[in-house]
């Protein structure tokens, strides 16, 4: 899952000893007892939601005690206020049935109630669009299933019901899923395609950032290609085979030394906009986000069965960069 930067809370790091395997079958059986503060209805939130994985990425199940050895990292996130209200926020709408519903997220609203957004978040506007949301986990909620960075625009899928939250969160730990983003970097890698993999965890330095120059954290792969090369600029095709933190930000920055342009926390922003040409710099002057988009999702409908592919065009203003780099400018 994707938590935008903004978000800081808790992290615990628990092993599976060899005498646990006598005492416990179960691995929310096995959470609760070394997470006495936490309930099973908690855990069982907390896995669904993806905060709870192995550190060398390999799948978990609730109703069975990995090996001896296995290390679970525990994500939990900050408080924030239970009480979500339905906003009237207008919502781009690819696709909508009884189980689910597919967005355009813009830049700069955020997945769900977080510190420092407390509403006018895509949560708020789906329970205003659907009012009779049947609900997840006994709570009238829609079911998050992958999330976008605060600053990252592009497509996402929402459950409507139980069992399409529980089909697709099944569907995004297999990675039986399409995803590609398009973004605008600065600078060109060295490959023009290429696949990175890595680790990925907290930069111990500043916990609102990632790191993949780790030894250990979860398993990050990304498969990217040049799409066009310009002056300063690059667009780049970024596919995922997995979901990490900033995975795409932190490879782009730290594996290929070409940051995401205009990203607020990898990249010198200032510096790349005094470089620029004078119609981009006018253009992104008031512009605070990563030119990162979500453009591709596709899936089997966790319930239907039918095969889902939704596409999203460029936004502004990267459209408007794209075009001006195409100019020469």
Not at 245 to 268: E, G, K, M, N, W
Not at 292 to 321: N, R, V
Request: glycine share 6%; net charge neutral; charged share 25%.
């Amino acid at each position: 899952m994707i938590n935008d930067e903004v978000s800081e809370g808790e992290t615990r790091l628990l092993t599976v000893e060899p005498t646990d395997k006598d005492q416990f079958k179960r691995l929310d059986h096995w959470l609760v007892h070394h997470m006495p503060d936490a309930s099973r209805s908690t855990i069982k939130r907390l896995f669904e939601d993806g905060n709870i994985t192995t550190l060398d990425g390999s799948n978990l199940s609730l109703n069975k005690l990995p090996k001896a050895g296995v290390e679970i990292e525990v994500e939990l996130p900050p408080p924030v206020s239970t009480e979500l209200k339905a906003q009237n926020i207008p919502l781009e709408i690819l696709f909508e049935d009884e189980h689910l519903i597919v967005i355009v997220k813009p830049a700069g609203m955020c997945v769900h109630p977080a510190p420092g957004h407390p509403d006018k978040t895509l949560v708020n506007a789906v329970l205003y669009h659907c009012p009779n949301l049947p609900g997840i986990g006994g709570e009238i909620r829609p079911g998050i299933v992958h999330r976008l960075d605060l600053g990252t625009s592009g497509v996402m899928v929402v459950a409507k019901s139980q069992a399409a939250h529980e089909a697709l969160v099944h569907l995004f730990s297999k990675h039986d899923i399409e995803r590609a983003y398009e973004a605008i970097l600065w600078g060109t890698p060295h490959h023009l395609t290429g696949k990175i993999e890595t680790f990925i965890n907290r930069n111990s330095q500043n916990r609102h950032k990632m790191s993949c120059s780790v030894k250990f954290g979860k398993k990050a792969i990304t498969n990217y290609k040049v799409l066009k090369s310009f002056d300063r600029f690059s667009l780049v095709e970024f596919r995922l085979h997995t979901g990490r933190t900033h995975q795409i930000r932190v490879h782009a920055s730290q594996f290929l030394q070409t940051p995401v342009a205009c990203d607020p926390v990898y990249s010198d922003v200032n510096n790349q906009k005094a470089k620029m040409h004078e119609k981009m710099r006018s253009i992104l002057v008031d512009y605070p986000h990563q030119l990162l988009h979500a453009k591709i999702l596709g899936f089997t409908h966790p319930i239907t069965g039918e095969k889902l592919y939704f596409e999203a065009p460029l936004p502004e203003p990267m459209k408007s960069i794209v075009e001006l780099m195409n100019q020469g400018a």
